[in-house]
């Protein structure tokens, strides 16, 4: 990969320099972290804001941050343009049906239902029986996690599935993004369209509680913790992994976020889910350490 510039200067070059010293498998498992966080600080904020206002203030705050320290360039060729519109529908859209899944289902089992996104991102295509065999133990294990203990809010199911299939659109259109822009600028642009999508649904809801100072507050973190960190992390991972790798990389999330449902939020879940997710986790473990040197 040819050497990329960076044009601003001063902390915001030594930390783009920082992220490009740092082996892409770390970036993404630090995105998961982060990003596990934030959603578990962002579902305390659904009693004030609501779950479509809590995304509003994520998003918009999120975008008005990175076009602040990236100041991107509209002068883009059409195909760069398309790119960017489609990654901010798609982020926008991914955002609101996951948000909404978490107000009826714990963070972990949202999360692990939405993961089927990454993990067919990396098993489609794939004529290797092994990878079957994956596909298959976490489908089961999402199986299980919405069966046992009752069962979970179909709503919640729903909105977790719609918001896995955005995931996996994510993951490509980011590689199709890291490629076309350079540094944060793409991302910039493209959580402004993304901002834009949800905005009128935050405002219908949430209305003036938006303009709260706490809930600003609140919704800055969760911006940083859940937007900005994250995904510029997952940006500089993907210039380098292609979208296979990275999806199978991500075979942690459903564990972050079922720890961090109970440590932050109360969530326990039920003993059988716990295997449930454990299921998901062991198929994109097996998937990565299968997976062919050149994927």
């Not at 692990?112 to 089961?140: H, K």
């Not at 992390?233 to 990389?249: D, H, M, N, Y």
């Not at 454990?278 to 097996?286: E, K, R, T, W």
């Amino acid at each position: 990969m040819p050497e990329r510039r960076f044009t601003r200067s001063g902390p915001f070059t030594l930390a783009a320099k920082a992220f490009g010293a740092i082996p892409p498998p770390a970036l993404v498992l630090l995105g998961v972290v982060s990003v596990q966080i934030g959603a578990a600080v962002a579902k305390q904020l659904f009693t004030i804001a609501g779950a479509t206002g809590t995304v509003t203030l994520r998003l918009v705050l999120a975008a008005a941050f990175l076009l602040l320290v990236w100041r991107p360039s509209l002068r883009l060729d059409r195909r760069t343009y398309a790119v960017v519109i489609g990654y901010g529908v798609v982020l926008g859209t991914m955002n609101l049906t996951f948000y909404q899944a978490l107000k009826h289902i714990p963070l972990g089992a949202a999360v692990t239902i939405e993961f089927l996104g990454p993990l067919a991102v990396a098993v489609v295509g794939s004529r290797r029986w092994l990878d079957g065999l994956w596909a298959l133990l976490a489908a089961a294990g999402v199986l299980l996690l919405t069966r046992v203990d009752g069962g979970l809010a179909l709503p919640g199911v729903l909105f977790a599935l719609g918001a896995a299939v955005c995931w996996a659109g994510y993951i490509l259109l980011t590689a199709a993004l890291g490629s076309r822009t350079s540094d944060g600028k793409g991302l910039a642009l493209a959580m402004a369209f993304g901002a834009v999508v949800v905005l009128p649904f935050g405002v219908a809801e949430a209305g003036t509680a938006l303009l709260d100072p706490v809930v600003l507050i609140a919704g800055a973190a969760v911006a940083l913790l859940s937007s900005v960190v994250p995904y510029s992390l997952e940006l500089e991972a993907l210039r380098k992994i292609p979208p296979r790798v990275f999806g199978i990389l991500m075979s942690l999330e459903p564990a972050v976020a079922a720890l961090a449902g109970l440590v932050l939020l109360h969530e326990a879940l039920h003993p059988a889910q716990w295997v449930a997710v454990f299921c998901v986790v062991l198929a994109s473990v097996g998937a990565t350490r299968t997976a062919r040197p050149d994927a």
